[in-house]
């Protein structure tokens, strides 16, 4: 009797490792949420922080929210153009072109006609909003962006 109970205790082992070891694990990067796809797309500015006092520390007086009347709205596409609108102003858009460098790390824009070259730092990037750290000038300005 105690040798069936074991036997089953054996089989039941062997068949659960057996499940275990069918599971697989789903990619981290499935198809089509590559880094670089989740940022094409239209994205609107809605946070800025400047450290105006260059403390490297992010203090209430350096946040700034940005109101709905003046809006920041930025266009990424798939061929690597892109825009920049900013509504308020009235402007006519800002014309470069966007790449992640660095091992993804970075997202360089490329003004047209300028050859303005701005190297951002991301800090966050989920699917539905990014955080950068903008390097142009020396300045230390981190701003948020959420698609629209």
Not at 121 to 128: G, L, R
Request: proline share 3%.
């Amino acid at each position: 009797m105690e040798t069936i109970y074991i036997n089953r205790c054996l089989v039941c082992l062997l068949l659960a490792i057996s499940a275990f070891a069918a599971c697989k694990k789903p990619d981290s990067n499935p198809p089509g949420s590559s880094l670089r796809e989740k940022f094409i797309g239209t994205w609107k500015l809605t946070r800025s922080i400047d450290d105006t006092n260059n403390n490297s520390t992010i203090d209430s007086t350096d946040i700034t929210t940005i109101m709905d009347s003046f809006q920041v709205i930025v266009k990424l596409n798939a061929d690597g153009s892109a825009s920049s609108s900013t509504i308020f102003t009235g402007a006519n858009p800002s014309l470069f072109t966007w790449s992640l460098a660095n091992k993804d790390t970075c997202i360089n824009l490329l003004q047209n006609g300028t050859n303005t070259l701005n190297t951002q730092i991301i800090i966050h990037a989920p699917d539905t909003y990014f955080v950068v750290k903008d390097t142009l000038g020396g300045t230390r300005k981190w701003e948020t962006f959420v698609k629209q």
